[in-house]
């Protein structure tokens, strides 16, 4: 049986899990809630395995309708660093280098 991080590959929290990671936006409640009808426990076990999963709440007419997604990890651009000498070289032109 396959883990992912601290989740079994076949459980319900690895389910919802993908079905999130997939979807890359707001999932309404109901369709996680047609994989397991306690969504929101298998959401908290996600979150205490370290998986940072939002949740929003809308009201349409008076009736709640929550959303859930995987929030997106930053992207890190990795910066080019140029580095300029600050000192002057020890040796400049070759003054006080031992002769050959």
């Not at 395995?49 to 929030?71: P, Q, S, T």
Request: glycine share 8%; charged share 25%; proline share 9%.
């Amino acid at each position: 049986m396959k883990k992912l991080g601290l989740i079994h590959d076949s459980s319900q929290e690895a389910r919802i899990l993908r079905f999130l990671e997939r979807r890359k936006g707001w999932v309404p409640a109901p369709e996680l809630a047609a994989i397991s009808l306690q969504y929101c426990a298998r959401i908290a076990g996600l979150r205490r395995a370290g998986y940072d999963i939002e949740n929003r709440l809308e009201i349409r007419d008076g009736v709640r309708h929550g959303f859930y997604r995987v929030k997106q990890q930053p992207q890190f651009v990795k910066p080019t660093v140029t580095t300029t000498p600050t000192t002057p070289p020890l040796f400049p032109d070759g003054v006080g280098k031992y002769p050959d």
